[in-house]
C-alpha cells in the first residue's frame, strides 16, 4: 500500500473543522488588527534563505528540502515564510506604499525534521509581519494579535515569554560576555554547542540537551548588557504590554538564534512547547537586497495549536449533519430528489439525497448515520401530488408538506 510521506499528515474529518475554526479566527483577528493576507511561493530561490534564514542556523543547514530543478537553478521547499515575505516587501516594492506594511500568512513549511509530538516535516504556520516600524508599540501589537488568538480559542495557562537581546553594539559586548563563560566550561558542552562557541554562541542558549540547559543556568544575562537606548525600548514595551493586561514573564533564556533579530524576541509556550515564536529583526530586509526597514513578526505552527486544543478540551462542536435527506422509490422519485436537493441547496439549506440507488430502508439507515434532521421519502404518490411527509427525525412528526414550500420550512 502505498503511504503518505513520513512526517506528513492528512487533514481531514473532524480535524479540519478545528483547523478551520482557528483559521477564522485567524481572519477575524488579523482584519480587527488590518493585516492583509499574502501568499508567497511554496519555493524559492535557495541563496534567500541562506541570506533571509542564515546559512549557520539548522534549519538552512539541517532541514531543508533542497533541489536542482530541471533548469540547474537550485531551489528549497520553504522552511518558513518570514524570509519570502521580505523577499516579496522588496520586490514588489512594497516599502512605496504608506508604513507600516502589516502582513500575514497562513500555508505549509518543509523541514527535514525526526518526526515527534508536534514536529512534521510539513507543518503549517499562521504569521505576521510587521514592516516599517521600530516603536516597542509596533512589537507589542503583534505581540497582542497572538494573544487574542490563543486566548479567543480557548487556551490556557499559556505563557508569554520576552526578552531583549538587544542591538549590535549590546550584542558585541554580550557574545565577549557569554563566551567568556562558555570558554572557562568548553569540555562541559555538547559537541553542538561546541561549535555554536565558535560560530554564533548566542545558540547555546537555545539548546535543548539536559546538561547545557544545566550549565547555561549561571550564564551571564543579556539583559545585563544593554546600553541605555535598548533598555529604555524594553522597559517601554512591559509597561506597555502591562497597560493592555497581557501577562508576560523575562526570560533571558530566549533567543531565537538568527542573526537579523534585533532587541525583542519572544515565544508563546505551553508546557514545554513553543507554539509562538517571534521577535523583531531590524537588519532582514537588509539582509535581502532591500533599503534598511525594520520589523518584528512571528511564526505560530497550527498543528501544536490544534495539539493543544485537543488536550484542553478546547476544540469547537462538531456540527450536526444536514438539515434534509430526501430519499425515493423508484426512477422517476429518484430524479426529482435530486432536483429538489438542488433547489433547497441553492437557498443554502443543508440538503443530502442518495446516489447510490439503495433500497428505501438502506437510505433511512443512512440518513440515521449522518444525522439529517428532517427526512421526505418520494414515491409515485408523492410526484403525482407534488407534496410528501415531512418527518422531524427528533420527534417523529410528520407533516405533509408541498415541495414548492419545503424551502420555507428551513
Ligand atoms: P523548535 O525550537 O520547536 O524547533 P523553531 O525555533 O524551529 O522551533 P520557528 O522556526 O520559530 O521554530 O517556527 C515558528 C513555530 O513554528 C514554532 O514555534 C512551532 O510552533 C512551529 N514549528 C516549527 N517547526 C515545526 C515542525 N517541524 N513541526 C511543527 N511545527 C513546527
Ligand atoms: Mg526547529
Given at each position: 500500500?502505498?503511504?503518505?510521506?513520513?512526517?506528513?499528515?492528512?487533514?481531514?474529518?473532524?480535524?479540519?473543522?478545528?483547523?478551520?475554526?482557528?483559521?477564522?479566527?485567524?481572519?477575524?483577528?488579523?482584519?480587527?488588527?488590518?493585516?492583509?493576507?499574502?501568499?508567497v511561493p511554496v519555493f524559492e530561490h535557495t541563496e534567500l534563505f541562506l541570506r533571509g534564514v542564515g546559512d549557520t542556523t539548522d534549519?538552512?543547514?539541517?532541514?531543508?528540502?533542497?533541489?536542482?530543478?530541471?533548469?540547474?537553478?537550485?531551489?528549497?521547499?520553504?522552511?518558513?515564510?518570514?524570509?519570502?515575505?521580505?523577499?516579496?516587501?522588496?520586490?514588489?516594492?512594497?516599502?512605496?506604499?504608506?508604513?507600516p506594511t502589516k502582513l500575514f500568512y497562513v500555508g505549509p513549511n518543509f523541514r527535514y525534521e525526526r518526526p515527534q509530538e508536534g514536529r512534521y516535516r510539513q507543518h503549517y504556520q499562521f504569521g505576521v509581519e510587521l514592516f516599517g516600524a521600530s516603536?516597542?508599540?509596533?512589537?507589542?501589537?503583534?505581540?497582542?494579535?497572538?494573544?487574542?488568538?490563543?486566548?479567543?480559542?480557548?487556551?490556557?495557562?499559556?505563557?508569554?515569554?520576552?526578552?531583549?537581546?538587544?542591538c549590535p553594539d549590546c550584542r558585541k559586548i554580550y557574545h565577549e560576555n557569554l563566551k567568556t563563560f562558555l570558554g572557562e566550561r568548553i569540555e562541559s558542552l555538547c559537541g553542538l554547542c561546541k561549535q555554536r562557541f565558535e560560530k554564533n554562541p548566542l545558540r547555546t542558549l537555545d539548546c535543548k540537551t539536559p546538561g547545557c540547559k544545566e550549565l547555561l543556568k549561571s550564564a551571564p544575562s543579556v539583559?545585563?548588557?544593554?546600553?541605555?537606548?535598548?533598555?529604555?525600548?524594553?522597559?517601554?514595551?512591559?509597561?506597555?504590554?502591562?497597560?493592555?493586561?497581557?501577562?508576560?514573564?523575562?526570560?533571558?533564556?530566549?533567543?531565537?538564534?538568527?542573526?537579523?533579530?534585533?532587541?525583542?524576541?519572544?515565544?508563546?509556550?505551553?508546557?514545554?512547547?513553543?507554539?509562538?515564536?517571534?521577535?523583531?529583526?531590524?537588519?532582514?530586509?537588509?539582509?535581502?537586497?532591500?533599503?534598511?526597514?525594520?520589523?518584528?513578526?512571528?511564526?505560530?505552527?497550527?498543528?501544536?495549536?490544534?495539539?493543544?486544543?485537543?488536550?484542553?478540551?478546547?476544540?469547537?462542536?462538531?456540527?450536526?449533519?444536514?438539515?434534509?435527506?430526501?430519499?425515493?422509490?423508484?426512477?422517476?422519485?429518484?430524479?426529482?430528489?435530486?432536483?429538489?436537493?438542488?433547489?433547497?441547496r441553492k437557498s443554502g439549506i443543508r440538503a443530502e439525497s442518495d446516489l447510490l440507488n439503495r433500497s428505501v430502508k438502506a437510505q433511512m439507515k443512512y440518513a440515521d448515520k449522518i444525522k439529517a434532521r428532517f427526512t421526505m421519502i418520494l414515491g409515485e404518490n408523492e410526484l403525482k401530488e407534488n407534496a410528501a411527509n415531512l418527518k422531524n427525525m427528533e420527534t417523529g412528526e410528520t407533516e405533509k408538506t408541498a415541495f414548492n414550500e419545503l424551502a420555507t420550512k428551513f
Open positions: 500500500m502505498l503511504q503518505a510521506p513520513r512526517g506528513t499528515q492528512d487533514i481531514y474529518g473532524g480535524d479540519m473543522k478545528i483547523w478551520r475554526h482557528i483559521e477564522d479566527r485567524i481572519r477575524a483577528i488579523t482584519d480587527a488588527y488590518n493585516f492583509t493576507e499574502i501568499r534549519i538552512v543547514q539541517k532541514e531543508m528540502y533542497t533541489f536542482e530543478d530541471k533548469g540547474g537553478r537550485s531551489l528549497s521547499l520553504r522552511p518558513e515564510q518570514t524570509a519570502g515575505t521580505a523577499r516579496a516587501f522588496v520586490e514588489r516594492g512594497m516599502f512605496n506604499l504608506p508604513q516603536s516597542f508599540a509596533a512589537e507589542a501589537e503583534v505581540i497582542s494579535t497572538g494573544y487574542e488568538l490563543l486566548t479567543s480559542l480557548g487556551v490556557k495557562d499559556f505563557a508569554v515569554h520576552i526578552n531583549s537581546i538587544g539583559l545585563d548588557s544593554l546600553d541605555d537606548e535598548c533598555r529604555a525600548h524594553f522597559e517601554g514595551l512591559k509597561s506597555l504590554l502591562t497597560r493592555m493586561e497581557i501577562p508576560f514573564v523575562v526570560d533571558a533564556k530566549i533567543v531565537r538564534g538568527l542573526d537579523y533579530y534585533t532587541r525583542t524576541v519572544f515565544e508563546f509556550i505551553k508546557d514545554g512547547l513553543t507554539v509562538i515564536g517571534g521577535g523583531r529583526y531590524d537588519g532582514l530586509i537588509a539582509q535581502v537586497g532591500g533599503p534598511q526597514t525594520p520589523g518584528v513578526g512571528y511564526g505560530m505552527g497550527i498543528e501544536r495549536l490544534v495539539l493543544l486544543l485537543q488536550k484542553q478540551n478546547a476544540t469547537p462542536e462538531v456540527s450536526a449533519g444536514p438539515d434534509i435527506f430526501i430519499g425515493s422509490m423508484g426512477e422517476d422519485a429518484f430524479t426529482k430528489a435530486q432536483e429538489l436537493v438542488y433547489i433547497l
